[in-house]
């Protein structure tokens, strides 16, 4: 009777870490196939950026307000539209020469992990100064991803210089390229939805691009899938 009683009693107990231990089989299956050689653009490193948990601006879903000036960033080979987030040939989808005018664009102040080209203490918060990259923090429902096609013109602000508003310290001003978008649609969280904003300038990127920067980005932060994008109906 005594042998009955405890061999009846692990049962209950071995269930539950006998699917456990498969459940963390197949989300580590799950993660290598999404990250590993399978999906390399899903490789930080060879989509050229770093991951780093500080602060940094997000403008994904940015107004931007085109300057009277033309007043080059130094760091325009290192967006979106020029350089594809891509540390390849052929990453991007324009050039020096395709640039219009530029922006300046109301970004969010995060804290957090995003994804850049330059390493951490390069686009670490200097006084003022702060550099725009990217995270998946601005995917909700609030901000869905709107498609705008082309020839409107829109904002790149990857890599780009900003400056920590005085009045809001969680709002930058950055300076941003601006390019008109030439056969494929670009993409923005701004909008709201609303087609009929895509003549305004927005931050945005290249719908090409972000599908790559945005399977970098997940398995930066040890994501095993690309989180809810919220696309606009």
């Not at 770093?50 to 080979?77: F, N, R, W």
Request: aromatic share 8%; glycine share 10%; charged share 15%.
């Amino acid at each position: 009777m005594r042998n009955t009683r405890s061999s009846r009693s692990v049962i209950p107990f071995c269930v539950p870490l006998c699917c456990l231990f498969l459940i963390g089989f197949v989300t580590s299956a799950k993660a290598q196939t999404f990250c590993g050689p399978a999906n390399p653009v899903a490789n930080p490193n060879i989509m050229g950026g770093v991951m780093c948990a500080q602060a940094y601006a997000l403008c994904i879903s940015a107004p931007c307000d085109e300057t009277p000036l033309h007043k080059p960033t130094g760091k325009e080979g290192e967006t979106f539209t020029i350089g594809g987030g891509v540390d390849a040939p052929g990453g991007g989808v324009a050039t020096l020469g395709d640039i219009i005018h530029y922006a300046d664009c109301s970004c969010d102040v995060i804290v957090g992990n995003s994804i850049g080209q330059a390493v951490c203490n390069k686009r670490a918060q200097h006084g003022d100064r702060i550099i725009s990259t990217y995270s998946f923090q601005q995917n909700n429902i609030n901000k869905k991803v709107l498609s705008c096609p082309p020839p409107e013109k829109y904002a790149d602000c990857y890599n780009q210089p900003c400056t920590i508003d005085p009045i809001d310290p969680n709002k930058a001003i950055c300076d941003c390229p601006v390019f008109r978008a030439f056969i494929d649609d670009f993409i923005t969280r701004g909008g709201g939805c609303d087609t009929g904003r895509c003549g305004e300038i927005w931050s945005a990127a290249p719908i090409k691009i972000f599908p790559l920067t945005n399977d970098a980005m997940a398995c930066g932060i040890g994501l095993n899938a690309v989180p809810d994008e919220f696309a606009c109906p």
